[in-house]
C-alpha cells in the first residue's frame, strides 16, 4: 500500500538500541532477543537492515561507550547506517537516500526508545509515504515515571495500541509481534 510505486521492498529498521539508552530499558534482554531474531530472519531472506544511532553531546556523544550499539546486536559492514541528532530518523539524515537506493517502501520499526524515537520515525514514515509495521514486542524505553511520564510498560502498551490503527491515504502502519513478521 506505500505511496512509493516503485519500491516494492521492505526494510527491517534498528533504531537506536545503544548502551547509554538502553541499560534500564523494559525488558530489555527480550526486545533485544526479539530484535535478534528479526535481523537473523531479515539477512535470511535477503531482506535490507537498516540501522539508526542517534548521538547526543550529554546523553549520548559520538564515539563514546554509551553511544555504541549494545553488544547483542552486531550490524553487518554491508548494512546501512544512520546517524541522527533528532527524534525523527528521517530528520537531517540520509535514511531516505538508503531507503530509495534499496527500492524500500515499506518499513519494520524495532527499537528505542518508544516515547520519542520511535514513536517519531513511525509518524516521519507514514507523513513521507511509507508503509510503517511496528513491531510490538522488539521496542522499548527507560522509565521515566519520576517526571510524571508512565510507567514503561505502559507507554510500550499505548503505542502498541494507536499505532495498530494508524494509516494515511495510500499507507499503513500497524502492531505485530515478533512471530508475526513477514517481510514479504
Request: glycine share 8%; proline share 4%; charged share 25%.
Amino acid at each position: 500500500m506505500t505511496t512509493f510505486a516503485d519500491r516494492p521492498k521492505t526494510a527491517l529498521l534498528v533504531i537506536d538500541v545503544q548502551n547509554g539508552n538502553t541499560g534500564g530499558a523494559h525488558n530489555r534482554d527480550t526486545v533485544i532477543a526479539n530484535i535478534n531474531t528479526l535481523l537473523d530472519r531479515a539477512r535470511a531472506e535477503g531482506v535490507p537492515v537498516v540501522w539508526v544511532q542517534h548521538s547526543h553531546e550529554q546523553h549520548l556523544p559520538r564515539g563514546s561507550e554509551q553511544w555504541r550499539f549494545v553488544a547483542e546486536l552486531v550490524r553487518q559492514e554491508s548494512e546501512p547506517l544512520v546517524h541522527k541528532e533528532y527524534a525523527d530518523s528521517f530528520e537531517d539524515t540520509d535514511l531516505e537516500q538508503h531507503l530509495a537506493d534499496l527500492g524500500v517502501g515499506r518499513l519494520v520499526v524495532t527499537g528505542a526508545q518508544t516515547d520519542e524515537c520511535i514513536r517519531a520515525t513511525l509518524h516521519g514514515a507514514l507523513v513521507r509515504g511509507y508503509d510503517a509495521i511496528l513491531v510490538g514486542d522488539a521496542h522499548t524505553t527507560e522509565d521515566l515515571s519520576e517526571w510524571g511520564a508512565p510507567t514503561p510498560d505502559l507507554v510500550i502498551a499505548h503505542t502498541n495500541m494507536y499505532w495498530a490503527e494508524a494509516h494515511a491515504p495510500g499507507r499503513r502502519g500497524g502492531t505485530v509481534e515478533t512471530k508475526e513478521v513477514t517481510f514479504g
